[in-house]
């Protein structure tokens, strides 16, 4: 087991990174509207945290598959 | 180090001017809520500079431009994998549960989920931590005041707690948050202008690649080997991505302590949130000086590579940039600073002294008490700090106490506020049994704290779930607000826990 984990190519671990990179941009999507917007001034459309997660995401799979391995 | 007229008047300037700054805010202090909480008026962008400025402290310029010179960009996955996502997680699961339960502590978070056995354990060992961990700070601070200026170090110590005891004791959170919004953009302007000036003088990007590739072909790759021995890739995902950076997003108090401070539940997510921006820019300022010091001199070996980002400053600034830089560095360590001195007195105030010494006094009584301690604080960083010099490791066995607490910490806020079958049996068991693992791991088979952090982890989630499965179940009076999803379809309920939180009414 320890050795078949060592001899693991270093692109599984980009590979990994990126999944789960894609998994928080979608369980932050999961997230109700109301739950987001709560307490909110109003409901503009920037203030939706699900879009600052998803970019947030985005660029950092950006820079993973730029520099990742 | 030389010092010019115009790098003094800039340093000086900037350590005078902080103190005055922040006691201003003194005239909003009146109640303890204002003192600990910012009287819960802090709007997202104060507070998600504030996490940022509290976040970055000196030992992160010299420890990550070290750490860029030895093994690269793999040091920037501490900002990068080992920051953003767990704090997205925290800001839309963790943060709104402990701004609804009210609570001043993350501590008193888990007493509410759990028992009081549960809180206490959490706030010794926070208490003790932040407390060991201030005089580490302050004997950084005095180091830097004694060599760039030239003071005393018993009198750097005490500059030092002048400068961030004046505006700390008198405005509270308000003052350490408004202030760090200022020693941010200080930390900013400074580690802009060293970097853009060393890529400059290396020939951009491009040159500083062509000049460090040939002699170190991994040091431009985030993910290095599993043989690595300080960053193997696995460490860098399972240990520091899942584990330690959550645990330090998630439940750090000093980092959470801000978003407690919102004037709304919204302000306290999207602070969290928004700090994510200006974390991602933060390996400019901390990884690329050490790479950039590299091409310039890869000659430096051994402990002396952790002087890459001095080497910089020393050889590359000219009069003025120097100045700004050094204020920067202090803007760093100031700003760490004054946040540990505020969450210490909290947790020792709120966690100790109301829950088990005086119960029931007045509002300004804790104001008072939450006063005493930052004072007393400030007296105790002054005189531990020597103390960090003859013990120099101290710091590292800092890091070492919290890596063994914090993996089992995640791991019962996480099924605290994720599973409501988790009860306060569960929680204790978990927190017990999860620091048990740590410690032998670490005693017994010595291996590095990022697989500790994760085994312990794992370990203390298993112990809660099956003690939880064997134990009564919380009544669900007690859960409401304090679990994901119990209120996320009563509107009725959310608009009650709203205004609880606001301390609008006492329901």
């Known amino acids: 087991m320890s050795n078949w984990f060592r001899n693991l190519p270093l692109f599984w671990a980009l590979l990994i990174a990126v999944a789960g990179f894609l998994g928080m941009l979608i369980w932050a999507w ?40 | 180090m030389d010092i010019r007229g115009i790098d003094l008047f800039i340093v000086v300037a900037y350590l005078v001017a902080i103190p005055i700054f922040g006691v201003y805010f003194k005239r909003y202090v009146h109640t303890e809520q204002d003192y ?49 996502p767990a704090m997205i997680l925290s800001a839309l699961l963790f943060v709104p549960y402990y701004w609804k339960a009210g609570v001043y502590t993350v501590p008193e978070f888990l007493g509410k989920r759990y028992n009081t056995a ?5 706030a010794i060992l926070w208490g003790s931590f932040l407390a060991c961990v201030l005089g580490v700070f302050f004997w950084a601070s005095g180091l830097m005041l004694n060599e760039y200026l030239g003071l005393p170090i018993e009198i750097a110590l005490i500059a030092t707690a002048l400068i961030v005891g004046i505006y700390t004791i008198t405005g509270g959170l308000a003052a350490v948050a408004m202030t760090d919004v200022v020693q941010l953009l200080v930390m900013f302007i400074g580690g802009i202008a060293l970097t853009i000036l060393g890529l400059w003088t290396v020939g951009g990007w491009e040159g500083m690649i062509q000049k460090i590739i040939p002699s170190h072909p991994d040091h431009f790759k985030l993910f290095l080997p599993l043989d690595n021995p300080t960053y193997p890739w696995a460490g860098m995902i399972f240990g520091l991505a899942i ?48 790479l950039l010091t590299l091409a310039l001199n890869p ?33 760093a360590l100031i700003s760490s600073v004054d946040s540990t001195l505020n969450s210490a007195a909290t947790l020792w105030t709120r966690d100790i002294y109301q ?85 032998t791991l670490f005693l017994f088979e010595k291996w590095s704290f990022l697989y500790v952090a994760w085994w312990s982890f794992c370990g203390s989630i298993v112990i809660n779930i099956i003690i939880s499965l064997i134990t009564r179940p919380e009544p669900t009076d007690k859960l409401q607000g304090l679990v994901y999803g119990l209120v996320m379809k009563d509107k009725t309920l959310q608009e009650i826990l709203s205004k609880r939180a606001k301390g609008e009414t006492n329901e």
């Open chain 1, 30 to 69: 999961f997230r109700p509207k109301a739950y987001i917007y709560q307490d909110a001034p109003d409901q503009r459309w920037w203030r939706d945290l699900r879009i600052w997660a998803s970019l947030l995401m985005l660029i950092q799979i950006a820079l993973y598959v730029v520099f990742g391995t």
């Open chain 2, 36 to 84: 600990f909480l910012a009287g819960k008026m802090l709007p997202w962008w104060v507070i998600s500079m504030s996490i940022i400025g509290t976040n970055i402290g000196a030992y992160d310029y010299m420890g990550a431009a070290g750490g860029a010179y030895r093994f690269g960009l793999a040091q920037a996955n501490y900002e990068w994998i080992g920051a953003i």
């Open chain 2, 118 to 122: 549960v809180r206490v354990i959490e």
């Open chain 2, 243 to 290: 584990v330690l950076s959550p645990a330090w997003w998630c439940c750090h108090q000093a980092i959470i302590q801000r978003t407690l401070g919102a004037r709304g539940e919204w302000d306290a997510k999207a602070g969290m949130l928004f700090a994510a921006f200006p974390k991602m820019f933060i390996p400019m300022l901390v990884v690329l000086p050490g």
């Open chain 2, 299 to 331: 000659n430096l070996v051994g402990a002396d590579m952790d002087k890459a980002f001095p080497w910089l400053i020393k050889n590359l600034l000219p009069a003025g940039l120097a100045g700004l830089v050094f204020a920067a560095f202090m803007a």
């Open chain 2, 355 to 439: 829950r088990f010494l005086v119960k029931k006094a007045s509002d300004k009584h804790y104001l008072n008490v939450g006063r005493i301690l930052t004072f007393a604080f400030l007296i105790w960083a002054i005189i531990f700090a020597p103390v960090t010099k003859k013990f120099p490791g101290i710091y590292v066995a800092m890091q070492t106490l919290l890596s063994i607490f914090q993996g089992p910490t995640f791991a019962i806020t996480l099924l605290g506020i994720y599973w409501k079958r988790a009860t306060q049996w569960g929680g204790l068991a978990g927190l017990i049994g999860g620091v048990c693992i740590s410690t």
